[in-house]
């Protein structure tokens, strides 16, 4: 079993609907989360950043983190478009192993 | 540049060929990573450098795989003796020390024929 677990879609969505992209983990030491956009032949970008738990609030996105559950999710609202890509959700422990685990992506498409 | 550059972008390389893969970081980023993606799936960590000392390269997945980043810039990844299982995506990301925002190249495509 993975340390990180991602629905792959693909997710279809009409244009304007809000967008639920969720991952689950097994590893408690988990701290930092992070959730990556990928457009297609691209490396991936940093959307939005959580320490612990909690939410964050970015524009139309909103992260959550629920470290009692092991649950984290990114929502996306008024979605456009231009936000069909893949979405990564990754993860890191505080060591000075400052490497990132990655889930495997949703492929999400906003349909115009 | 403004960004991380990795050349080549496509590699076609024949079995058993070795290749080298370069990254060139933003400047002044302490730290790099090497990631590796397979295709429909997120990427891995390979190994991670702070200026030119590799501190971690746990994610090398066989000892065919090397990576040196001399001058604490400009990174390579080298693969010996390439196998077909090795074909993905190369991604290396750069960050400031004590920053948790990496960014990432455009990655290299490796196929192995």
């Known amino acids: 079993q993975k340390e990180v677990e991602q629905d792959p879609g693909p997710l279809s969505v009409p244009e304007g609907a809000i967008v639920s992209l969720n991952c689950t983990y097994s590893n408690s030491a988990f701290q930092y989360f992070m959730w990556y956009r990928q457009y297609s032949r691209k490396g991936p970008e940093l959307l939005m950043y959580t320490y612990s738990s909690g939410n964050k609030e970015d524009g139309r996105f909103t992260a959550q983190v629920d470290k009692s559950s092991k649950y984290i999710s990114l929502f996306i609202r008024d979605s456009q478009p231009s936000d069909s890509a893949t979405y990564l959700c990754a993860m890191s422990v505080r060591t000075g192993r400052r490497a990132l685990t990655f889930g495997s992506g949703t492929r999400l498409q906003v349909q115009p | 540049g403004a960004g991380v550059s990795q050349s080549p972008r496509y590699k076609v390389a024949k079995r058993g060929q070795d290749v080298a893969l370069r990254c060139d970081p933003i400047?002044?980023?302490?730290?790099l990573f090497w990631y590796q993606q397979a295709l429909g799936q997120g990427p891995e960590f390979l190994t991670y450098?702070?200026?030119?000392?590799?501190?971690?390269k746990s994610g090398l997945p066989s000892d065919r795989f090397f990576a040196e980043r001399p001058e604490g810039s400009v990174s390579t990844l080298k693969i010996q003796r390439t196998q077909q299982e090795d074909s993905a995506v190369y991604l290396c990301a750069s960050s400031t020390q004590g920053n948790t925002e990496a960014f990432f190249g455009q990655g290299t495509r490796l196929t192995v024929v």
């Open positions: 450098f702070q200026n030119e000392a590799q501190l971690d």
């Open positions: 400047s002044g980023h302490v730290s």
